[in-house]
């Protein structure tokens, strides 16, 4: 199970060599990724439920799997591909896992790094803070729904790109 790199497993899924044994593997694994993530803590949630940051995130987090979802399906090749629900669970394993590292990586080295500044910015006058507290943001929720929407949009592009890549390689493109 590669759980890091994509290249070999594009060749794998365009030229049929994933067991369905692999496949289901794989669809735990996502699973796991995404469970683990959010409840180790890793993941944060920086918005109090139901003010409007928090919806905010919602209807954002919600817009951007429905056109993520779209556009991976039309880059698999559409209605054609038989193969879309396989192709995109076992892509989503590594794509995921090295974008959640990377955007939640730089999220904790920010709010630990800078934890002061960041406090610092959102307690000053600057118009951007006060607009922030407005709307019921904080330095370090605006943060996190700056790594959450980011991890997103970039998971589902990079899924796309794959994805046309294991069409492409199928001579399907």
């Known amino acids: 199970m590669l759980l890091m790199r994509t290249r070999p497993l594009v060749n794998a899924l365009a030229k049929g060599e994933i067991s369905a044994e692999q496949r289901a593997y794989y669809l735990l694994a996502s699973f796991l990724v995404f469970n683990l993530a959010y409840y180790s803590g890793f993941v944060a949630s920086g918005t109090v439920p139901w003010t409007p940051p928090y919806i905010a995130e919602a209807l954002a987090v919600i817009l951007i799997n429905i056109v993520g979802i779209v556009a991976t399906f039309d880059a698999s090749g559409g209605k054609s591909n038989k193969q879309y629900i396989i192709d995109f669970t076992c892509l ?47 330095g370090f929720s605006m943060l996190a729904f700056a790594a959450t929407i980011g991890s997103l949009v970039v998971t589902y592009v990079r899924l796309t790109k794959l994805l046309a890549l294991v069409r492409a390689e199928r001579g399907e493109a």
Do not use: C, K
């Open 92 to 138: 989503y394993v590594p794509v995921t896992v090295t974008t959640l590292l990377a955007f939640w990586g730089v999220y904790w080295v920010l709010r630990i790094g800078f934890h002061e500044a960041i406090i610092a910015v959102a307690q000053s006058n600057m118009q951007f803070a006060i607009n922030m507290t407005t709307l019921g943001f904080d």
